[in-house]
């Protein structure tokens, strides 16, 4: 038996919100779309290197405000880029904490993205 690695469903409640925190600020890319009709509420994946979220906007598909855990290589990179959008309704920092650098930050429906990298350990290599 394997099993896969998980895929998260982010409650949204805009698509035009969710496109400006995920793709524009976060750097996701929309993998795909759907809709059962042309007026009923959108459910998409996107994806950045090996993360991958369901985004939907169905009432009962996950609960607003729920928190994800990421960990990431290179945190202060990410942290420069972050800054560098400039991104109007956030601006995460790194907190460093005894398992490793946080960063932590929130989309327009409450939910949290929480970037952590691991202390490297004495003779690894970066």
């Known amino acids: 038996m394997h099993l896969a690695a998980a895929i998260p469903?982010?409650?949204?409640?805009?698509?035009?919100?969710?496109?400006?925190f995920y793709v524009d600020f976060l750097g996701f890319t929309i993998d795909w779309e759907h809709r059962f009709e042309?007026?009923?509420?959108l459910y998409a994946q996107v994806s950045r290197s090996d993360l991958i979220l369901h985004l939907s906007e169905h009432?009962?598909?996950?609960?607003?405000?729920?928190?994800?855990?990421?960990?990431?290589?290179?945190?202060d990179a990410l942290?420069?880029?972050?800054?560098?959008?400039d991104y109007k309704y956030g601006k995460p920092g790194i907190e460093v904490e005894p398992w490793g650098k946080m960063l932590e930050t929130i989309d327009p429906f409450g939910n949290r993205i929480r970037f952590s990298e691991s202390p490297k350990e004495e003779g690894s290599e970066a």
């Open 79 to 85: 942290h420069a880029e972050l800054q560098r959008k």
């Open 59 to 75: 009432h009962g598909d996950a609960t607003p405000g729920s928190t994800i855990f990421v960990p990431v290589q290179d945190i």
């Open 9 to 20: 469903i982010i409650r949204i409640f805009s698509e035009e919100k969710a496109r400006e």
């Open 38 to 41: 042309a007026n009923f509420p």
